[in-house]
């Protein structure tokens, strides 16, 4: 599967940023879609993940500032990011987990924070 991101650039801390993804290639039997985030010199760690299902999991830093949504019949995730803080600044990936566990990754995307 190929995953193409879109969105991210530089904001001011409290500001606002919509990633969005879409899903190309072999799709099925991706069961999840979400975002990973690796800022320098950190791990790579989970940000938003969303199910078939609409199911969601967010990590506790992110919970109440940003929303992931999914349309499965486009094969697109997006992730709306609210009061953005410096500390979210990262390389921003959209990623799709396979029932298997196989993950595939998008290109990745920067977000800036900074004033």
């Known amino acids: 599967v190929q995953l193409q991101a879109s969105g991210g650039g530089l904001v001011q801390p409290g500001g606002s940023l919509r990633l969005s993804c879409a899903a190309s290639?072999?799709?099925?039997?991706?069961?999840?879609m979400g975002w990973y985030r690796q800022a320098p010199g950190k791990q790579r760690e989970s940000v938003a993940i969303i199910s078939s299902s609409g199911r969601t999991n967010y990590a506790d830093s992110v919970k109440g500032r940003f929303t992931i949504a999914r349309d499965n019949a486009k094969n697109t995730v997006s992730l709306q990011m609210n009061s953005l803080k410096p500390e979210d600044a990262a390389v921003y990936y959209c990623?799709?987990?396979?029932?298997?566990?196989?993950?595939?990754w998008g290109q990745g995307t920067q977000v800036t924070v900074s004033s």
């Open positions: 290639g072999s799709i099925f039997r991706i069961n999840a």
């Open positions: 990623a799709a987990i396979r029932v298997s566990g196989e993950v595939s």
